[in-house]
């Protein structure tokens, strides 16, 4: 009898064993990335595998399998993400499956600057429709608290479609309190505390997954800052000496303007028009390689924002400009830049600091002294101030220059490029 027992045991065993496989290799069939797919690892020891990101999408999104998805914690490198799950018909036509995460951390696009945000809370909601994964949409929830307790919601909806191996996503975010964004953005900031923002910013996105490739265009109305004490920086003192008045519309000034912010006279500290040139730059290099700060964001970092390449730090540039247009506006800031800059260092690695210093160290006569080529000279190599500016530097520079007596800048653009064509 006990014989009898143990061998339809085995034989059950045996059978579950056959079952058990032939649903791992049903599993892995099912979910087994086409060449070229987008694909992630999903399961734990010996039962890992490479699964498809479009099937598993689709599977988590049919009503017999997400409804067991329901309630269902699981961890993540974001953090720990719940499931949930919406039948049709409770909150719109399609079923939504929810992901929440709090805290959440998510990747950022290098062109950014910094590899993660860190943010209180978000929540994705996903339908899929008729369309099966080809065709996805819902919304994405970004909550943050303000220094102040005040609560921030940043809502975004989006749609993506199959494009290549993974989705081409269209996101939109309508106007929101521009204070929300520095909320969920930079919550570390401790000008938050203090500052009083107003304005709204709207933004509209467009991302490659898996890729990562990343488009963004902001909107902003109204922003105003207050609060932050700018209005005392006309007269600091700095470790680069007493400050000097420049001309204003002498060659140095207008050469510095037009090798650094054209747009100068007509931004609010801010220009969205070079941050979104510096962002596809970037995108394209996968890294910082342009700034797109103003000359009035370079003050707010030689003041108090540093070199730190990071989203926080350029937000808090754009803080104290923002500010700096209205307690100081567009001359003193100029005279702030001029007086402040660093342009390179003495052979005994002592700062140039301030274009007077510059006049000096480079040319050996006082700024006020300086002719037309000298000046476009010293705001070429502005960027660069350990090396001399390159020929066609100089010239480009030469030929931006407003403000000056045209045929003067005409007479200086035909001696550079004469000066180029001379031999060596």
Same mark, same amino acid.
């Given at each position: 009898m006990i014989r009898r027992l143990a061998i339809i045991l085995g034989w059950a065993l045996l059978a579950l064993a056959i079952?058990?496989?032939?649903?791992?290799?049903?599993?892995?069939?099912?979910?087994?990335? +086409?060449?070229?797919?987008?694909?992630?690892?999903?399961? /734990?020891? &010996?039962? !890992?595998?490479?699964?498809?990101?479009?099937?598993? $999408?689709?599977?988590?999104?049919? +009503?017999?399998?997400?409804?067991?998805?329901?309630?269902? /914690?699981? &961890?993540? !490198?974001?953090?720990?993400?719940?499931?949930?799950? $919406?039948?049709?018909?409770?909150?719109?036509?399609?079923?939504?499956?929810?992901?929440?995460?709090?805290p959440c951390t998510l990747p950022l696009p290098a062109s950014l600057g910094q590899d993660w945000l860190t943010v209180p809370a978000a929540q994705i909601t996903l339908s899929r429709g008729d369309h099966g994964a080809h065709r996805l949409y819902g919304t994405l929830l970004l909550g943050a608290v303000s220094p102040q307790g005040e609560h921030a919601v940043i809502t975004a909806q989006w749609q993506a479609r199959r494009e290549g191996p993974g989705w081409e996503v269209a996101m939109r975010w309508p106007e929101a309190p521009a204070r929300h964004w520095m909320a969920l953005l930079a919550p570390g900031l401790p000008e938050l505390r203090t500052a009083r923002i107003e304005g709204s910013v709207a933004a509209v996105a467009h991302l490659q997954l898996p890729e990562g490739r990343f488009g963004l265009t902001p909107q902003v109305q109204g922003l105003t800052v207050s609060g932050l004490g700018t209005e005392n920086w006309a007269h600091v003192q700095s470790s680069?000496?007493?400050?000097?008045?420049?001309?204003?519309?002498?060659?140095?000034?207008?050469?510095?303007?037009?090798?650094?912010?054209?747009?100068?006279?007509?931004?609010?500290?801010?220009?969205?028009?070079?941050?979104?040139?510096?962002?596809?730059?970037?995108?394209?290099?996968?890294?910082?390689?342009?700034?797109?700060?103003?000359?009035?964001?370079?003050?707010?970092?030689l003041m108090v924002a540093g070199?730190?390449?990071?989203?926080?730090?350029?937000?808090?540039e754009l803080l104290y400009a923002s500010e700096m247009e209205q307690t100081l506006g567009k001359a003193r800031i100029l005279q702030?830049?001029?007086?402040?800059?660093?342009?390179?260092?003495?052979?005994?690695?002592?700062?140039?600091?301030?274009?007077?210093?510059?006049?000096?160290?480079?040319?050996?006569?006082?700024?006020?002294?300086?002719?037309?080529?000298?000046?476009?000279?010293l705001a070429a190599i502005l960027r660069n101030p350990e090396r001399e500016a390159s020929p066609d530097r100089l010239l480009w520079v030469a030929e931006q220059v407003r403000g000056v007596p045209a045929s003067q800048r005409r007479a200086l653009v035909q001696e550079l490029r004469l000066s180029q064509e001379r031999p060596a």
């Open positions: 079952l058990l496989g032939a649903l791992w290799a049903t599993i892995c069939i099912a979910l087994a990335p +086409p060449a070229g797919e987008w694909a992630t690892t999903v399961g /734990r020891g &010996p039962f !890992r595998l490479q699964a498809s990101v479009p099937q598993l $999408v689709w599977l988590a999104t049919t +009503p017999s399998v997400g409804r067991t998805l329901d309630g269902l /914690r699981v &961890p993540s !490198r974001m953090g720990p993400v719940t499931f949930g799950w $919406v039948p049709a018909g409770s909150e719109g036509p399609d079923p939504i499956l929810t992901l929440h995460c709090e680069c000496g007493p400050h000097r008045l420049f001309k204003p519309r002498g060659w140095l000034a207008r050469s510095v303007l037009a090798a650094e912010d054209q747009r100068f006279y007509e931004h609010p500290g801010y220009d969205l028009e070079e941050l979104m040139a510096s962002l596809a730059s970037n995108e394209r290099h996968g890294a910082i390689r342009r700034g797109g700060s103003t000359l009035t964001q370079q003050v707010a970092k070199d730190e390449r990071t989203l926080t730090r350029k937000l808090r702030l830049y001029l007086n402040l800059a660093p342009w390179g260092r003495t052979s005994e690695g002592q700062l140039v600091c301030g274009a007077g210093a510059a006049a000096r160290h480079y040319f050996g006569v006082p700024v006020d002294r300086l002719n037309a080529r000298q000046a476009v000279a």
